[in-house]
């Protein structure tokens, strides 16, 4: 459908309606086909009908329609579209940014911060005390154990409490874990408080509720690996409070920190009712990861030789990445991956440069894995739809490093950006290193970034040489220069939103995140159940996460340090790919590394545990 009316009050202005392959969207002047004011999922409309016209509203603002009189047309349900800007925060706002790519290509309007509240080790004070930092029970197995934050008494009962934020937010991403590695009950009951009630507005049991099968449907929801995962949005006005009535295990909660006047409308179970239907749409739409608004395909298909590389240039003028597509002729040598680079350049500065392996998702070797933003098909079809916006013209280009020629094919579909003081360029930068010694214990840096923009996300190879546990060590995130990492994590599998990562080598999946590898099991080769107890490491593990509404905004500065921490004195390797938008004077720590890059980390040619199980 297709259409165009003027507005009254806006000279010069229109707004058109169109469909798209995902929805439907309401576009301000219509003569500039930029992103929709409001992007709509399908079926978020509604038509009602009067004796002289037929009138289009979206569903989410039917509540504001009855202050109108009863003769209103059109052009008042678009008059809502307009001042969609000044809308409050709600379930419905959240859910529909959840699945708008665009978005996240633009610095947020409603500005936040990302905030974790977790079970971290409480003697991790400074890093001037290594003794201390690097501290690592995360969790709360004793009764006198106390990573959390304090304990009340509350009708008769104790409650512990595990967040507690008292500033306008919404919680977007929880992690718990199952207690025992292969037991996934619990019987602790969970309730979320929020500005300042008594009354919980959430109550329930602190696994099921968020596990996928409970109150929150699958995919904004998920059982991951020994975890409970949700990314349902939660907002609040003032203050939210999240306590449990017995002592907890692991826990992380990361929420958004508003600034204060933020209007924001609180979650109500009234408005969980209300918003199933658009909640069972957004996990349709996050299962179905189309891209929108790509155009016609440029590229090419060649062979690279040793150390050649092979460009296109973009179309000239302002315009968007939407969808970007690179398949290798063979993956049987598995540092394919790892050999051969995607450069970018996006208005002459180089923004990209970072091997494919770890740029959608597949670590070393073809992985096959599909999220929300990328897709490894069985293939070997490798596919991103991470909005890239330019303003005057921009360059892709592969890179073979390797030493034997390789067969590639690029496609890159760009499509309509209209370009604004929130656009930011896409960055995607790599480390290597091997050997890493993982004693003494060390933060590793994933990036450090000064200027602002937005983090998005992360895909992380580690080789093991040994069958022991290697992901005990903590995320610390430190956003705009602060003196402690307001995102302190309880280990690097649950930065991945999965647990007991020493049983859990096995291939798993989410539209956010995702293993994609661990030991030698993958999409196409799955752990048997016979082997559901098997605790082996060792050799290649592959963690992905991409972020919607957990995204992390800064102002001046980001630095993401991941703690190495392994349970044997060896030594590793970990390589990194990192993704954020920044703006045009924003830098970073990640410079090329084609000297890594050809340090391909080999696991032993025997695994040590399975031989000394042979003895």
Known sequence: MRARWMMAGLPGKAFQFRSKDAGMGAYLDADCPCRPALALLPGDFKVAKSASVSKLYPAHLMKYLPKFPSSITVFAALSLLAAHGKEPVTIESLLHEMVDRDAVARFPEKDFRLKQHSSYDRRSKSPDDPNGWFKNKD?????????????????????????????????????????????????????????????PALEGNMLEMFGGNGLVPFPLAHPSLRSAVSFFPIPYAKSCKVTTDKHPFYFIFNFREYEEGTPIKTFTMADFEAAKGLTKRTGEALLNPAATGAGNPLGFSTTLAAREEKSIDLPAGT?????????????????VTRKVVLKMEFDGKQTVWCPVGEFFGSGIGLNPV??????VAEDGTMSSRWVMPYQKGGRVTLLNLGGDAVDAKLEVKTGAWTWDDRSMHFHAGWRGQYP?????????????????????????????????????GDEKIWVDGEDFPSLFGTGTEDYYAYSWGGSSTDFYEHPFHAQPRAHHYNKLNRKPASKLRENNNFGYSVETRSRALDTMPFGSSLQLDMEVWHWADCDMGYGVGAYWYGFADT?????????????????????????????
């Open 139 to 199: 969790t709360n197995w004793k009764p006198t154990d106390e990573n959390f934050i304090r304990i009340e008494e509350k009708d008769g009962r104790k409650e512990w409490v595990l967040m507690d934020h008292q500033a306008p937010g919404a919680i977007v991403r929880t992690w718990m874990p199952w207690r025992w590695p292969n037991k996934s009950e619990t019987d602790i009951t969970m309730r979320i408080y929020l500005d300042g009630s008594d009354e």
């Open 319 to 335: 315009a968007a990445v939407r969808e970007l597509t690179v398949k290798l002729g063979s993956y049987e040598n598995e540092d």
């Open 370 to 375: 599909q999220g929300w933003y990328r897709t």
């Open 436 to 472: 890493l010694p993982t004693r003494p214990y060390s933060d590793w840096n994933y990036v450090t970034i000064k200027g602002k923009g937005v983090y998005v996300g992360d895909t992380l190879t580690v080789m093991n040489p040994v069958d022991k546990w290697w992901g005990e």
């Open 587 to 615: 830098t970073s720590n990640r410079k090329p590394e084609p000297e890594e890059v050809l340090n391909v980390p080999v696991p032993p040619a025997v695994d040590p545990g399975a031989a000394k199980a042979k003895k």
